[in-house]
């Protein structure tokens, strides 16, 4: 019988019925007043779920898409940058940075550890001449499921005055409090297939009011993620080239479930659900990567020393239909990565542990006492 596809991975993420089904219907003129009403209702939810009183503005991109725009728009050729790496997503901004030919200074960190907010300090606090004009973090690192301390980063950033602070907030957003106005973050960037429930396909960025003064002096190309012309058209509830119309519909509904379950119980919710994992990983004497101090709410990544990790992976979705995701780069057969992000409930991750276990066992691990990370899990989904 053809069996459930279960996506269990940082993005795509699932999709509810009533996005899917908002989805299926015919798309209409982006120019229209109907179409203007739908983007009037989602700018204001947009607001709403960043926690800023600024523009969300929206790009038809891929997370990275949005990344790049917040690179283009803010900064000049040459300009110094300070820049955190300690996975694949800190890497991409590097790699961005370069090609736009900014110079740049990396916090490095080995991929499974935090970023030291200290080392940002001693950067910061010894650039007397402020030539550093942005300090770049990735919030959640979904390579190694590590969520840096991005407000003690940010907290360095603001003492030393000059520098803009951009994030990755790609699978952060809508996962773990990121409270955009209060911490005056200037440039937050994320994407659509990762917490805002809808299928690929938009890149969200928020502008604070510095970064629109920085954005007046910024000299590097930009026409088609040139956020000037997203910010004019927004303001009159339309866009400067056409949207992904049918996805906007989308996003319409997913904003209102958002809104519906309420900000603190999303976050809440994404907790759990990690702590729920994190407990199951460690009691089928799997290795977490991440630290429970610097762990991800939206992602956990596994290692084993008994099992191979590909053969897992390999079982899971042969046998269950439920999709992990492998490592990235050097982490390829070294770890598999659970995405609980988005439009993931409870069952999905009690489904997920009780096929892991399964799947050790008939991968020939005696060790397991079957039934027990699932009631260790509970304890966190009362
Ligand atoms: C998914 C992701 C991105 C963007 O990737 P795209 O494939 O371009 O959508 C960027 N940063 C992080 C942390 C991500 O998880």
């Given at each position: 019988m053809q069996n459930k596809n279960m996506l269990m991975i940082p993005g795509p993420t699932p999709v509810p019925e009533s996005v899917l089904l908002a989805m299926a219907q015919h798309p209409i003129g982006h120019r229209g007043q109907d179409f203007n009403q739908i983007i009037s209702e989602i700018s204001q939810n947009l607001k709403w779920l960043h926690q800023t009183k600024e523009d969300v503005l929206m790009l038809t991109a891929s997370g990275t898409g949005a990344m790049e725009a917040a690179i283009i728009n803010f900064l000049s050729s040459g300009d110094s940058v300070l820049i955190g790496n300690n996975g694949k997503f800190g890497e991409r901004w590097v790699n961005v940075a370069r090609a736009f030919g900014l110079k740049v200074d990396e916090i490095r960190a080995e991929w499974g550890e935090p970023l030291d907010p200290e080392m940002f300090k001693d950067k910061l606090m010894n650039d007397k001449s402020k030539k550093i004009k942005a300090v770049i973090v990735t919030h959640s690192e979904t390579s190694t499921g590590v969520l840096n301390d991005l407000e003690t980063i940010n907290k360095y950033t603001k003492e030393h005055g000059e520098a803009l602070i951009i994030v990755d907030a790609v699978t952060s957003l809508g996962t773990v409090n990121l409270p955009i106005d209060k911490w005056e973050l200037d440039v937050v960037a994320s994407g659509a297939?990762?917490?805002?429930?809808i299928p690929p396909g938009l890149g969200f960025v928020s502008v604070s009011q510095k970064a629109w003064k920085a954005y007046q002096n910024s000299n590097l190309p930009k026409f088609y993620l040139d956020l000037g012309a997203y910010k004019k058209a927004i303001n009159n509830n339309s866009f400067p080239f056409t949207p992904p119309v049918n996805l906007i519909y989308g996003l319409q509904i997913a904003l209102r479930i958002m809104k519906a379950e309420g900000l603190a119980q999303m976050f809440t919710r994404h907790q759990k659900l990690a702590q729920a994992t994190r407990i199951a990983i460690k009691t089928l004497g799997l290795n977490l990567l991440a630290t429970d101090e610097s762990a991800s709410y939206a992602i956990t990544a596994v290692s084993s020393s008994k099992i191979d990790i590909t053969n897992i992976c390999y079982v899971m979705k042969e046998k269950f239909n439920i999709i992990l995701a492998a490592g990235q780069d050097h982490m390829k057969g070294k770890i598999f990565r659970i995405g609980h992000l988005g439009f993931i409930c409870e069952r999905d991750i009690l489904t997920t542990i009780t096929c892991l276990e399964t799947t050790l066992q008939l991968l020939g691990d005696t060790s397991i006492v079957s039934g027990k990370a699932v009631s260790e899990a509970l304890k966190f989904l009362p």
């Open positions: 297939q990762k917490g805002y429930m």
